[in-house]
C-alpha cells in the first residue's frame, strides 16, 4: 500500500498528515526529525488499518503549512 505524507515543521516537530488511507481518508502524527516520517506514518497507517508495517510505502512531502 502506498500513501503520501505530507510534513511541516511545527516548532521543534514535523507534523505530519498522511493522505490516501482506505477507511480512513487522513490521518494525523508527529516525529522530531524528517528522518522519522516514513516509520511513523507507516506505524500510524499500519495501526489503524491492522496490517504489517513493512507492507506500507510512505511518500514524504515537506510543505509549507498542512
Known sequence: ????????????????EIFDVPEVGALHT?????????????????????IDPASVEVDVEVVAEI
Request: hydrophobic letters at 55%.
Open 1 to 16: 500500500m502506498k500513501v503520501t505524507a505530507h510534513a511541516c515543521r511545527s516548532g521543534r516537530w514535523w507534523a505530519v
Open 30 to 50: 508527529q516525529a522530531r526529525r524528517l528522518d522519522q516520517i516514513p516509520a511513523m506514518a507507516a506505524d500510524a497507517v499500519a495501526s489503524v488499518l491492522e
